[in-house]
């Protein structure tokens, strides 16, 4: 009973126009944030930054970044990997181009240089739907990796090809770097997730959100009451790829510090995002959270149980991974296509009259 | 028939005023097939329009090339006074042009009120940046039009779903709330294809209701397709008739009952 929608009455336009309009929603999402604000970094070791919370915020960006595209406007990408190069390789640039000038402004800039790129690989979709466009960004990807591998300027000539991370700091604190600690590890990426998920949900929930959907649902319909398919189909292309470009220009410059691309940002990244997105749900902000954690947490779990507990081999353990991950995708998208936030949104309302339900 | 241009009032009282769309020698062609021979027909302000003719006869195609979806190969479309361009779809929707489909165009994951906002797009001019912000300007613009939407959910008497998926509502309600995102762009001329298509008698009285309402309240020119004889004649104060992409009949609904031709369209000709 302590859950519930009844009685909640929202007397303004400005009150039902609200991200929770459930106040246990408020009070919770309240209580999260204080939790992730100001209880986790002081708890926080390098275990739990590296394994769990850091690539955990990471790929919610990148979660966020694809659901807009996919989720959204309905726009198949399996160029995901590739945009997160791209940031990556833009904040790499940036970082050794301009050393005094701040990571912060570094990552933003990565982010809208990732947009252009995005933007530019979304114009296929004008022309191409489905299948077809999943395949024109499967070459963007490759393209990307291809580019990056190929090209020496991009690694700034370094006889490994690799890209490493500069010392960095925020407000006298070192964020990249060997000598980086968790906590702000995990404080910069917190606060870019915080920032990008609010953008999204404000984007998603006003004018141009609905346009996306509308081109997602019915791109006839879409354009006849006034979306220009052209501009709608390119501003989601551009802004996912500015919250992946973030992402990209994150996963390299806190949690690896040092990049190869074909190995970090290679076609199975695209995929991981993918499926994060279809297990937490598309078309639903919250959905790439459950999926991101849910995929960042199940092999962590499978480890310490299987491994830790169990003693089982560890190479069986990360089979059964791929085994479980698999059968769930197959499960979600015969099931469950929203995913875990459509099995919590169905709670919900199984709860709205619970326990009374007659 | 030679239409007048002036201003009248009908018997029950609501004011036509000038030509608001006018359609001059219009020809389509598919490759070979020309679906609209040399038509000409204008809609004037503030009346109910009909379209009618057999299957195939180039009504929804006419309604195409009025909405944008067609150029036609020949002709001039005239709206409000002025030549129009060739156009692209959502080019129209911005000259106050809004239409409905005659298989429903809804969109099936989103809430009926999202629909209905959608529908205001035309009208919604914050950028991108500030609905990224949301708090000012953006939210004041989604407020303000969310009471304009509401006044339409109101009118159509969809309250009650406003929160509901519309995948998960039945047809009828569909048709209802197409109607309803239509009318939340305001539109000058409103096209509605098959408005009545696959409704039982009872949902056809409100659907009618409805039209005769929003053409009385809020003015609107309305051009519309639909099967239902009854429902055309009692509707509308002008008919126009079409039969394999030629024009055969245009008038009052007692004028076109009475042509000639129309009837051996409806009823076939027999040929000796």
């Known amino acids: 009973m302590l859950y519930r929608e009844a009685g909640d009455f929202k007397t303004s336009y400005h009150a039902d126009n609200q991200t929770f309009p459930i106040k246990f929603d408020r009070i919770g999402f309240w209580i999260t944030m204080v939790i992730a604000f100001l209880v986790i970094p002081f708890m926080i070791n390098d275990y739990w930054a590296n394994a769990i919370f850091v690539p955990f915020l990471i790929y919610a960006i990148a979660a966020i970044g694809l659901n807009i595209l996919t989720g959204y406007c309905g726009q198949v990408s399996l160029g995901t990997g590739g945009f997160m190069a791209v940031g990556a390789y833009a904040c790499y640039k940036l970082m050794t181009a301009f050393p005094d000038v701040s990571i912060v402004i570094h990552i933003i800039l990565a982010g ?6 995005g933007a530019a690989f979304g114009l296929p979709s004008l022309r191409i739907k489905g299948f077809y466009l999943a395949v024109a960004t499967l070459a963007a990807q490759f393209f990307l990796v291809w580019l990056f591998n190929k090209v020496s300027w991009f690694y700034n000539y370094s006889a490994s090809g690799q890209i490493n991370a500069p010392e960095r700091f925020v407000a006298g604190v070192a964020v990249t770097g060997p000598n980086t600690d968790p906590w702000a590890q995990y404080m910069i990426c917190l606060v870019f997730l915080t920032v990008c998920a609010l953008i999204a949900r404000n984007l998603t929930r006003g004018t141009i959100g609905r346009s996306w959907m509308a081109i997602r649902d019915m791109d006839i319909a879409a354009e006849i009451i006034g979306v220009n ?46 499926f994060m997105i279809i297990i937490g749900g598309l078309g639903s902000i919250f959905g790439c959270f459950a999926g991101a954690a849910f995929l960042v947490l199940l092999p962590v779990a499978l480890k310490v149980i299987g491994v830790d507990v169990l003693g089982w081999p560890t190479d069986l353990v990360s089979h059964l991974n791929l085994v479980i991950v698999g059968a769930l995708i197959m499960f979600f998208l015969i099931k469950e296509p929203h995913g875990l936030a459509q099995l919590w949104r169905l709670a919900k309302e199984k709860l709205r009259l619970w326990p009374f339900p007659y | 028939m030679k239409d007048t241009v002036e201003p009248y009032t009908t018997p029950d009282g609501r004011t036509i005023g000038g030509v608001l769309m ?31 003719g057999p299957n195939g006869a180039g009504k929804s195609s006419m309604l195409n090339v009025i909405s944008g979806f067609y ?57 991108m940046l500030a609905q990224a912000i949301w708090r000012g300007k953006a939210e004041q613009e989604e407020v303000a039009n969310r009471e304009v939407v509401e006044k339409i ?27 309803a995102r239509a009318l939340a762009a305001e539109p000058k001329l409103l096209l509605l294809d098959e408005p009545m298509a696959g409704m039982n008698v009872e949902e056809k009285e409100d659907m009618s209701r409805f039209i005769l309402d929003v053409n009385d309240e809020f003015g609107t020119t309305i051009a519309l397709i639909e099967h239902d004889m009854g429902v ?12 394999y992409g030629r024009k055969i009949g245009d008038g009052t609904p007692d004028e076109v009952r009475n042509n000639e031709q129309v009837i051996d369209a409806y009823l076939g000709v027999a040929h000796d």
């Open chain 2, 232 to 243: 055309v004649m009692d509707l509308s104060d002008r008919v126009v008739v079409m039969d």
């Open chain 1, 112 to 117: 809208g240089i990732t947009a252009a790129v």
């Open chain 1, 229 to 274: 398919p052209l501009k709608a189909k390119l501003t989601a292309f551009a802004v996912s790829s500015f919250f992946i470009g973030i992402s990209g220009a994150l996963f390299f410059a806190v949690y690896l510090g040092a990049v190869e691309v074909g190995e970090a940002f290679g076609i199975q990244k695209s995929f991981l995002v993918l």
């Open chain 2, 153 to 179: 959910i109101d009118f159509l008497e969809i309250q009650a779903i406003r929160k509901t998926p519309v995948g998960r509502l039945p047809y009828g309600l569909k048709k209802r709330v197409e109607l």
């Open chain 2, 71 to 127: 150029n036609p190969q020949e002709g001039e479309v005239w709206f409000r006074g002025e030549k129009r361009p060739p156009m692209k779809p959502y080019q129209v929707a911005r000259l106050g042009i809004a239409r409905t489909f005659q298989n429903i165009a809804l969109f099936e994951g989103m809430t009926v009120l999202d629909n209905v906002m959608t529908g205001r797009l035309t009208h919604m001019k914050s950028n």
């Open chain 2, 22 to 52: 006018d359609m001059r020698n219009i020809t389509l062609r598919f490759g070979g097939v020309e679906a609209i021979k040399d038509i000409s027909l204008n809609i004037r302000e503030g009346e109910i329009r009909a379209i009618i």
